[in-house]
DNA sequence: ACCTGAACACCGTTCAAGT
DNA sequence: ACCTGAACACCGTTCAAGT
């Protein structure tokens, strides 16, 4: 524990910034949450956000990441069972923030740091989902195909309405296809 | 010919306002480009966009519509062959846009206009892609979840850099693996 | 180091006034 | 009917000034 008493009461402040930023992100959306309005509910002034984050980029980043990390942690303790039961748990997971990852999509290419963060989330996600992909059974010269057909279809299904039966049916019919596949 | 001269002078400036948006929004992206901007390049006041559109999001409506009618004319004349094929011209044709579709996907939720649009253009492609899979021998049960697919998969290559080689190989892995699938 | 009030340059949009 | 200058309410961000 290498922080003194400052370094935590400013840590504390960041975090305090960070998830009244992620309830308005998520609630209200990124373009309709003003620097201005996260402000006001964790009791600062507008600018004293920039002591704690470069910019309104920066807080997404963060919120980003603290989704990200909640996920990872809990689907290693959750998902179990059948590639399509995995998946299904997934999309449940960042169902929430289907808003927040069009934003990013929109924003990649405006944004250096959020266009940073999405090309390193898709490697990661990439990485895993070749992982689960060899853990069932998929032969090595198909993983790659099989893992971003799935997370395309996996932002497909978030990016658009769906109900969770045509989610099942969608992925069960995937996941089948791909695993059952002809040489 | 059921215009006068008066209809045919609004129609050709709302043309031209049209035109400079549609360059704009596919050079700078349409968060990057102001309404004043458009109003510079087309030679008129700010406020006078008013009187041709609703508001900036209708600007972009138009601009789509103007996009996607092109698009179709130009698949009758030249998309022929193989589905991947197909499915390549189609990617080559929105690639200019694949800022515009990250926006229109963000702004769907918050935009009544664009919403609408976004559904719409959804149903028209799923019929469109449901009845070129018919015509290459996918059976009738699986025309639903395979044009579900594709059109997630296009959506997912526009999106995220990708070069026309390793697009190839996706397309062509998966127009295989789903017109070659077991029973 | 941390926080603020005031300001800056911009944004989409509206409105009263002109022709 | 069409167009405009001026204004409105907001935005993200900066900066000089305070402690």
Redesign the pocket.
């Known amino acids: 524990m290498p922080k003194n008493k400052?370094a935590l009461?400013?840590e504390q402040?960041r975090e305090e910034i960070l998830g009244v930023a992620r309830r308005l992100f998520l609630d209200a959306g990124y373009e309709l949450?003003?620097?201005?309005?996260i402000?006001e509910q964790a009791?600062?002034?507008?600018?004293?956000?920039?002591?704690?984050f470069a910019?309104?980029?920066a807080l997404l980043v963060a919120v980003l990441d603290s989704l990200v990390n909640e996920a990872a942690r809990d689907f290693q303790k959750h998902a179990r069972g059948p590639l399509d039961a995995q998946l299904l748990w997934l999309l449940r997971a960042f169902d929430q923030a289907h808003g927040i990852i069009a934003t990013v999509h929109a924003r990649a290419a405006l944004s250096e740091s959020i266009g940073a963060w999405h090309a390193n989330f898709h490697r990661t996600l990439e990485s895993a989902l070749v992982a689960l992909l060899h853990g069932h059974g998929v032969p090595r010269p198909e993983q790659g195909h099989a893992s971003r057909v799935i997370t395309f279809v996996l932002e497909g299904l978030l990016a658009h309405p769906s109900s969770s039966k045509e989610r099942r049916a969608l992925l069960g019919w995937l996941v089948s296809t791909v695993t059952h596949r002809r040489a």
């Open positions: 400052a009461d400013r402040k949450t003003s620097v201005g309005r402000a009791g600062v002034a507008p600018n004293t956000i920039y002591w704690y910019d309104k980029d």
